[in-house]
């Protein structure tokens, strides 16, 4: 006999809320281009945008543009977000500034792997073919005291400029192209810093703790070190960038890197330095390049060109004077090389020369102080 079933319990039914579109969720309403994915709420420089496009215009918020409720946070002490009393600069549109170089992410780690990859074959290189040996003495000294001096001119204005400014400027595409040059400095200084280890592993004449007092002591430095320190106190974000890319780097920096070291070490049997100093130019360049291109939109600004022209004319005022007797203060070390090739006056010209056509670039009004 089969044991009795169970009753079948009766099967419930379950009830769902029935969907009810209210036309208020995401995605529902309908209007021109709304089906794109493409981004459309900027102007592209050109007829299509670019990934830099994309990934940088407005990634940085502004009530002017996108925060109808206004700036969505702020300092305890102070104004919300990036305001632009930070810079005595004025734009009708700040958003108009494009890196010219396009520099996002992808393009920053690329570009620096590559010449990190240069350097480092070239010092390997260096080592494996012992060509230190070679050097002079009164080159070897040059290099251990000025090269070494000037990495920390790179190391001070990569750590306590470039990266004091990212922060400051009221867009994302001024901040992300300065973050660059910082990127940029730090990784010079750090390559002027193993270039130094590697010579005083080789050689054993060479001092590679000597830099430390030259820039600390050296008569012949100490102008370029005040100069570096006070643009560290500069509080406005636009004239730190005017007087460093635009007047210390032309007058000073170019000056060393280009006009002396560039020019003389093939000269003194050093094919090495040149490679090396040679990275920091094409640094420089590209800095250079959005510079001119942020300073020559805001001497355009058909609101505040004229304004503008005549603050740029009083930084250079204060700022030429200083960078000028940092660069004089430098021509000692010109006689210091076996091979003078060159000499500090040709040097000087070489450089002045660059700087007004830098200006004239930006269209600002060649200083005075350029003509004694």
């Not at 470039?162 to 400027?169: C, L, V």
């Not at 390559?191 to 050689?203: M, P, T």
């Amino acid at each position: 006999m089969s044991a009795p079933t169970a009753p079948k319990s009766p099967q419930r039914e379950r009830s769902f809320p029935s969907i009810e579109f209210t036309d208020a969720e995401a995605g529902a309403k309908e209007f021109p281009s709304s089906k794109s994915r493409k981004y459309n709420y900027y102007q592209p420089a050109k007829k299509r945008a670019t990934v830099y496009e994309d990934v940088t215009v407005d990634v940085q918020p502004d009530p002017e543009r996108h925060l109808t409720q206004g700036w969505i946070y702020g300092f305890g002490n102070g104004p919300g977000g990036y305001p632009q009393e930070w810079t005595a600069a004025k734009s009708s549109n700040w958003h108009a500034f494009l890196d010219p170089n396009e520099e996002w992410e992808q393009t920053i780690f690329r570009n620096n792997s590559a010449v990190v990859h240069q350097v480092n074959l070239c010092l390997q290189n260096a080592k494996r073919a012992r060509v230190y040996d070679g050097w002079n003495p009164s080159w070897l000294k040059f290099i251990e005291r000025n090269l070494g001096a000037w990495m920390h001119a790179e190391s001070g204005m990569g750590l306590h400029v470039f990266t004091s400014i990212q922060r400051s400027a009221p867009t994302n595409m001024i901040n992300n192209a300065v973050a660059v040059s910082a990127a940029h400095k730090l990784r010079f200084a750090q390559d002027l810093a193993l270039f130094n280890l590697d010579l005083a592993e080789a050689e054993e004449a060479f001092d590679g703790s000597a830099h430390k007092e030259v820039w600390q002591s050296a008569p012949e430095w100490q102008p370029t070190r005040e100069a570096v320190e006070r643009l560290t106190a500069i509080g406005d974000w636009a004239k730190l960038l005017f007087c460093t890319n635009i007047v210390f780097e032309q007058l000073v920096g170019s000056l060393f890197r280009t006009e002396l070291i560039m020019q003389v070490a093939a000269r003194n049997g050093d094919y090495i330095t040149p490679t090396i100093v040679g990275t920091g130019e094409y640094d420089y360049d590209r800095d250079l390049n959005y510079t001119r291109a942020l300073f020559l939109m805001l001497s355009r600004d058909e609101q505040y060109g004229a304004q503008n022209r005549a603050l740029f004319g009083e930084w250079l005022s204060e700022w030429v004077p200083r960078c000028l007797d940092a660069a004089r203060g430098l021509q000692p070390i010109w006689s210091q090389p076996a091979d003078k090739s060159v000499t500090f006056a040709t040097s000087l010209d070489a450089a002045t020369e660059k700087f007004r056509d830098v200006l004239k670039a930006i269209e600002v009004d060649i200083p005075e102080e350029l003509n004694r």
